[in-house]
């Protein structure tokens, strides 16, 4: 897919008043820092379409960005940033909660993690929920330019054992790297084709 127009629509705290368009959607989500925002930048070939935050955890919205003028992506809040207070991570929990519950627009969720690590409870535990709740996601792995290619495949053996160990399937995954320009024609790609069934 060829990124012919992105623009920014709007923030929001509240599920309610985000765009009423039926376009599909597809939303980025993951720990702070996993590099959510520079994998949105490489996505659309622009710089700072997403801002790459200086303070993880800082941005608490919703954020609707038009692509192409025929479907929407949609960059979620941080999660899993240690100094939020505990109240906070419930305020946050119940947003994201209505976020996925509410939005019959959404096709299919992306949810971050960075290769170099492993596996982490809040994103297994985030990944299961979605599961149960029947929201389709895939999975992407940041930072690949970090690992060497036998790394890289060590570490997706490990998250598919996990998975495996509950699910019948791997989820989709592609393998990124947003400072190398790694897995963004995959990703583009992926969605077109969701796009046009
Ligand atoms: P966000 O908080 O998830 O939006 O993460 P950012 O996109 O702001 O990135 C967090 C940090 O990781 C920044 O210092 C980035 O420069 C770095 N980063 C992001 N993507 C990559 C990548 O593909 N490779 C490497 N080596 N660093 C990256």
Redesign the pocket.
């Known amino acids: 897919m060829h990124i012919k127009s992105a623009e920014f629509v709007m923030s929001n705290s509240d599920v309610a008043k985000c765009p009423k368009s039926r376009l599909p959607e597809y939303a980025f989500i993951?720990r702070?820092?996993?590099?959510?925002?520079?994998?949105i930048n490489m996505l659309t070939s622009r710089k700072s379409l997403?801002k790459?935050?200086g303070r993880?955890g800082k941005t608490q919205l919703i954020n609707h960005f038009l692509i192409n003028k025929n479907w929407h992506l949609v960059d979620l809040p941080?999660y899993g940033y240690a100094r939020v207070s505990k109240s906070s991570k419930k305020t946050f929990q119940k947003f994201i909660t209505q976020y996925f519950t509410v939005r019959e627009q959404l096709v299919t969720a992306f949810v971050?993690v960075d290769i170099r690590h492993e596996p982490q409870p809040i994103d297994l535990e985030f990944m299961q929920w979605l599961g149960e709740n029947g929201i389709p996601f895939s999975i992407i792995f940041?930072?690949?330019?970090?690992l060497k290619p036998k790394a890289i495949e060590n570490h997706v053996d490990v998250y598919k054992n996990i998975l495996l160990e509950t699910w019948e399937d791997m989820p989709n995954y592609f393998i990124?790297?947003?400072?190398?320009d790694i897995g963004k024609d995959e990703v583009l790609e992926y969605i077109e084709g969701l796009n046009e069934n």
Not at 142 to 146: I, M, P
């Open positions: 993951g702070s820092n996993v590099g959510k925002s520079s994998l997403a790459t935050s993880p941080g971050l940041t930072k690949a330019d970090k990124t790297s947003s400072s190398k």
